[in-house]
């Protein structure tokens, strides 16, 4: 198993997944046109996948991630995004 983008250069924060939350949805939300890795699609902390997300800072740049990590049948994939402010909902 490959292990998650992190040391020495980004900082884990925390998670975006509630605790209490056994199960997070997979519903997803999206702007017209978008897919949940699409630049411009929206940040829904509380859908799919950024309610699987842990929070991460980079220590050179000072610039926010969210990384969620695909687990496949025969792979693990861990995804980066850069948080944009204007995108959160």
Do not use: K
């Amino acid at each position: 198993m490959s292990s998650p983008v992190g040391e020495p250069l980004l900082e884990r924060l925390g998670s975006l997944r509630a605790p209490s939350d056994d199960e997070p949805t997979l519903t997803e939300q999206h702007s017209a046109g978008s897919s949940y890795w699409s630049p411009n699609a929206p940040i829904a902390t509380a859908f799919f996948p950024y309610n699987r997300c842990e929070v991460w800072l980079c220590r050179r740049c000072a610039r926010g991630f969210l990384q969620y990590t695909e687990y496949g049948g025969y792979y693990v994939d861990h995804r980066l995004r850069e948080i944009d402010p204007s995108l959160v909902v």
